[in-house]
């Protein structure tokens, strides 16, 4: 990252980072399994499942329970989620004031998250951020492999003309984390969401070593202009 502005991409997760979503999708998540006879606290789910893509997650349910979910199980989850996102889900705090500081840098920026496209489209339209976006929008229905393996970070940065050392990427999750990691990027960990803005959550993140920890997003313009002095900025 010794090139100007231009010269990097800010790679956001969706869920937790752009949009105030986990506490709404690990409850709807939880209230569609208990239908299905499994039922888990919001911690268990939250445990198991944050930052992991819908098809782990039914793999997941197989694997450790023993319960094939039913085929509409993941029509009926998506369709009840948007139903609550167009009565509950907020925009991060100061999350376009940041988008268009980042663009008024010059540093361009996009999004790469486990969900499935059509739930990251309607959660940035609702939030009314879709258009600061444009085209550049990656699921992990993109890849092979979904966090926190690489694939979905490295699919993005080489889709957009970046090498893994020109991007930062901004995550709220430990799987988001290690991905990141595992692609050879710096990783900056967002606690300003709700479900991260306690010390227990923060010191799980703070265990993995990212670059940086904070809060309020509109320090994030400040953390990636200054990406050197980063490992000083885990104050949060």
């Known amino acids: ?95 376009a004031e940041t988008l268009k500081m980042l663009k008024r840098h010059g540093i361009r920026f996009c999004v790469a998250s486990s969900s499935y496209p059509d739930r ?13 976006f444009d085209d550049n929008i990656f699921s992990a229905a993109m890849v092979e492999n979904g966090k926190p393996a690489p694939d979905l970070f490295l699919h993005a940065a080489e889709t957009l003309g970046y090498k893994p050392a020109q991007c930062v990427v901004v995550e709220d999750t430990a799987t988001g984390i290690r991905a990141a990691q595992a692609a050879g990027m710096p990783v900056f960990a967002f606690c300003g969401g709700t479900h991260a803005n306690n010390d227990d959550y923060k010191a799980s993140l703070r265990a993995l070593r990212p670059d940086a920890m904070f809060d309020l997003m509109t320090d994030l313009l400040h953390l990636v202009r200054r990406p050197g002095r980063a490992k000083d900025n885990m104050h949060a």
């Open 1 to 95: 990252m010794s090139g100007g502005e231009g010269d990097l991409l800010v790679i956001f997760d969706c869920d937790g980072v752009l949009v105030d979503s986990e506490p709404i999708a690990l409850s709807n998540l939880r209230d569609c399994l208990s239908e299905q006879g499994l039922t888990l606290s919001t911690g268990a789910v939250s445990d198991r499942f944050l930052g992991r893509s819908l098809a782990f997650v039914i793999s997941a349910i197989a694997e450790e329970f023993g319960k094939a979910l039913p085929p509409q199980f993941a029509e009926n989850l998506r369709r009840r989620l948007f139903e609550r996102f167009e009565r509950e889900l907020q925009p991060t705090p100061h999350m």
């Open 120 to 132: 990251i489209e309607r959660s940035l339209e609702v939030t009314g951020l879709l258009s600061q």
